[in-house]
Nanobody, 126 residues
Framework: QLQLVESGGGLVQSGGSLRLSCAFG????????IGWFRQAPGKEREGVAC????????VYADAVKGRFSISKDNAMDTAFLQMNSLKPEDTAVYYC???????????????????WGQGTQVTVSS
């Protein structure tokens, strides 16, 4: 069973940066897609970014394009979400998730992901 643990959240001023980490293990293979999602109070969960193990292909939500960067380091068993130029509207609980269905392109649909971390809070002050 794939286990995922997020870290790196915190409080940052608008315009600042944070790097979230997602440590993974327990599956016996590094061959799975990783997605980052977020959920703000009173809002639905939304996809932020994902990376495909099969092709290395990456997808970003329009709201974060040019500001966020996703990566996956199999040697470290860790995925990362580098967040720059943060805005107050980026405030949310951020989750990483694993999709065991390997395809040529990852998707930002939470329903495709089989395993989830517990989340880490990101708060951006104005």
């Amino acid at each position: 069973q794939l286990q995922l643990v997020e870290s790196g959240g915190g409080l940052v001023q608008s315009g600042g940066s944070l790097r979230l980490s997602c440590a993974f293990g327990g599956y016996g293979s590094d061959y799975f897609d990783i997605g980052w999602f977020r959920q703000a109070p009173g809002k639905e969960r939304e996809g932020v970014a994902c990376i495909s193990s099969g092709t290395g292909g990456i997808v970003y939500a329009d709201a974060v394009k040019g500001r966020f960067s996703i990566s996956k380091d199999n040697a470290m068993d860790t995925a990362f979400l580098q967040m720059n130029s943060l805005k107050p509207e980026d405030t949310a609980v951020y989750y990483c998730a694993g999709d065991l269905t390997i395809s040529s392109q990852c998707v930002l649909n939470g329903g495709n992901y089989h395993f989830w971390g517990q989340g880490t809070q990101v708060t951006v002050s104005s």
